[in-house]
């Protein structure tokens, strides 16, 4: 009885190997859709590449040069559990300095890396000087209509959750954060310094739109899917639909 409840309690959380499930679906169709935007043999970046996923989906399926940076290489991503990344050469470092000359590279690769940045403009200054004259910048994000699915996820899954630990906690200093968490979760950009709110007005495509046409020319937007937090109970399958996607994708120039 003791160990179903236990089951039960936790349910709502995807298991490692769930979230990596969900995750490979995710980045599968997105980068199926994003893959006919980068030529054969092209010389490949990959800012924010955590485990280096699409290091080797463009490795493997389009035989490009392939070079990763991530502030924290394997931390995050498809494959942080099982080691994807082990055989793929990726640097530390941060979009707002990266360590390459100028017009290095065909391809600069940049998924779900904007939102978390301490300087957006700064970043794509950086991402415009090493992309060569013709190369092709593909940058993601996640949109609003994500930060209210996860929204309806944290409240509706894990409120039973954050109510017992809050009340475990009754006599610790950070008391009045936990039981303001239970209705109002932190920022998926900046935790613990801004609130949910934060994501669903700058998380907006029209706002994503206007901060990457200050610096790159736009040449396509992509609303691929409409998908669930994949670190939650999935109550829909990922699919394209007319009410939004759970991510928009611009395909830039210089």
């Given at each position: 009885?003791?160990?179903?409840?236990?089951?039960?309690?936790?349910?709502?959380?995807?298991?490692?190997?769930?979230?990596?499930k969900?995750?490979?679906?995710?980045?599968?169709?997105?980068?199926?859709?994003?893959?006919?935007?980068?030529?054969?043999?092209?010389?490949?970046?990959?800012?924010?590449?955590?485990?280096?996923?699409?290091?080797?989906?463009?490795?493997?399926?389009?035989?490009c040069?392939?070079?990763?940076?991530?502030?924290?290489?394997?931390?995050?991503?498809?494959?942080?559990?099982?080691?994807?990344?082990?055989?793929?050469?990726?640097?530390?470092?941060?979009?707002?300095?990266?360590?390459?000359?100028?017009?290095?590279?065909?391809?600069?690769?940049?998924?779900?890396?904007?939102?978390?940045?301490?300087?957006?403009?700064?970043?794509?200054e950086e991402?415009?000087?090493?992309?060569?004259g013709?190369?092709?910048?593909i940058i993601?994000?996640?949109?609003?209509?994500?930060?209210?699915?996860?929204?309806?996820?944290?409240?509706?899954?894990?409120?039973?959750i954050?109510?017992?630990?809050?009340?475990?906690?009754?006599?610790?200093?950070?008391?009045?954060?936990?039981?303001?968490?239970?209705?109002?979760?932190?920022?998926?950009?900046?935790?613990?310094?801004?609130?949910?709110?934060?994501?669903?007005?700058?998380?907006?495509?029209?706002?994503?739109?206007?901060?990457?046409?200050?610096?790159?020319?736009?040449?396509?937007?992509?609303?691929?899917?409409?998908?669930?937090?994949?670190d939650?109970?999935?109550?829909?399958?990922?699919?394209?639909?007319?009410?939004?996607?759970?991510?928009?994708?611009?395909?830039?120039?210089?």
């Amino acid at each position: 009885m003791i160990s179903a409840l236990k089951r039960w309690f936790w349910s709502p959380i995807s298991s490692k190997e769930k979230v990596e499930k969900y995750q490979t679906i995710i980045r599968d169709s997105e980068w199926n859709d994003l893959k006919e935007f980068i030529p054969r043999g092209s010389s490949f970046l990959d800012i924010g590449c955590g485990a280096g996923y699409n290091l080797l989906k463009a490795r493997e399926e389009l035989n490009c040069t392939v070079t990763g940076i991530d502030p924290s290489p394997g931390s995050h991503g498809v494959g942080r559990f099982s080691g994807t990344g082990v055989e793929l050469e990726i640097l530390q470092g941060s979009a707002e300095n990266l360590p390459f000359e100028e017009n290095s590279f065909d391809v600069i690769f940049c998924s779900h890396v904007l939102e978390h940045v301490t300087d957006e403009d700064k970043s794509l200054e950086e991402i415009k000087r090493v992309l060569k004259g013709g190369g092709v910048l593909i940058i993601g994000m996640p949109t609003a209509l994500m930060s209210w699915i996860s929204y309806f996820s944290i409240m509706t899954f894990t409120t039973h959750i954050q109510v017992l630990f809050f009340f475990k906690s009754l006599f610790k200093k950070d008391v009045l954060t936990r039981f303001r968490r239970i209705f109002i979760p932190d920022s998926h950009s900046k935790p613990r310094a801004t609130l949910i709110w934060y994501d669903l007005i700058m998380y907006r495509v029209r706002r994503w739109n206007k901060v990457v046409g200050r610096h790159l020319t736009i040449q396509k937007k992509l609303k691929p899917f409409l998908y669930p937090y994949p670190d939650y109970y999935q109550f829909f399958k990922i699919k394209r639909s007319k009410l939004g996607s759970s991510s928009v994708f611009f395909i830039c120039k210089k």
